[in-house]
């Protein structure tokens, strides 16, 4: 439909930029790295109906530094990371979403420790502080805060070719310039009758508390000269002030209203899930599957959380044709449908189809010249 507000035309342009230094001293206090770099994404596109174009660009400059020192059996990892993204757009046309001029400035310091405790049992304990503020231009408005996250995990070397880990982690998400401050039109139905987003600058950062249980299990010469890799997990994620999206309506009775978008924090919020992956190699041959699901819930409503991903299955065929040369293979990804839609604001309860996507990727290193690595996607 040459018609249609749904159709574009997009280019998408991505520079990456780093440069990576590395300290491998004899002292076993000193075994250090610092990474900057810079990432930039341009995207351009245009209504192919009337040929509105719209601008958005994002910057991110950053430092990683990381320093891991053995203390005899015990070894501890600590470093920060600091970076800072700088958002803009133009959008050209009424009824278009206006999105935030923002700065984003964010700070990390890091520790954790691994501590062997009995014959194939090791303790990892870790602490993180972030410290993140953001502004944007074009509204006025400001948010910073911060926060400590601890993480713990107990872990059994069981056999050579099993192991088991019990891990609990806490984590901390700051909502980001969208979340926080867009405004505008999110999609119009006809003419006139519009949904809009609210910006709701006072969301509250997600504060998360998950337990998993793993397992990893690897196998050789089962059928021959070959190898069967096993890894499993299943977790529980307690989330206070989940950040989500919530879009009400279109309502057309009693009265016609196109209804607003907008990001709320859910006091209470649950996601359970797992994840199974498997993998047989068998010489140059790959045959990776993956499965993951996850649920999440309301704890104070019951209500299924929005943007919840699907239940997604992955199959992967590769296979070497010249060893550590030239490897070629496909992907097939295919993502249920999801139903799992029962909120208030989903009066006319949407849910949304499944699909599959097929994805063709080779990878080149040529002998001649070590350290020289070429890649070829088909997405």
Known sequence: NATS??????????????????????????????????????????????????????DEYGVNLLNVSRLGEVTLQYGADIYREEFEAER?????????????????????????????????????????????????????????????????????????????????????????????????????????????????????ANLELVGSFSFSDTLGADRISLQASVFRNEVDDFIEQVVAGPF????????????????????????????????ALLLTLAYGRTRGDDDNTGENLTNIPADTLIADLSYAFIADTLTGGIRFTDAASQRRTDYAANENGVVYDGYTVTDLYASWQPAAIPGLKLDLNIN
Do not use: K
Not at 252 to 277: I, R
């Open 252 to 283: 057309f009775f009693p009265v016609q209203d196109a209804g607003t978008t907008s990001w709320v924090n859910v006091d209470e919020a649950t996601l359970e899930g797992f994840e199974v992956q498997g993998s047989y190699q068998r010489d």
């Open 92 to 208: 050209s046309g009424a009824f278009r979403p206006a999105p935030p001029e923002a700065t984003t400035d964010v700070w990390s310091a890091y520790a954790r420790a691994e501590i062997p405790v009995a014959e194939g049992w090791r303790l990892d304990l870790g602490v993180r502080y972030d410290d993140f503020s953001t502004e944007a231009d074009n509204l006025g408005e400001q948010r910073s805060a911060d926060d400590t996250s601890l993480s713990a995990a107990l872990v059994w070397s069981a056999a050579d070719w099993a192991t088991l880990a019990l891990r609990y982690d806490e984590a901390f998400r700051a909502p980001t310039a969208e979340e926080l401050y867009t405004t505008g039109t999110h999609f119009c139905i006809f003419p006139g009758f519009c949904n809009g987003f609210i910006p709701n600058p006072d969301l509250e950062p997600e504060q998360a």
């Open 5 to 58: 507000n749904c159709l574009l035309e997009r280019d998408t342009t991505s520079l990456n930029g780093s440069v990576r230094w590395d300290l491998n001293s004899e002292s076993p206090w000193l075994d250090s790295r610092v990474l900057a770099y810079w990432n930039r994404i341009d995207i351009d596109e245009s209504r192919i109906s009337d040929g509105r174009a719209d601008e958005t660009r994002l």
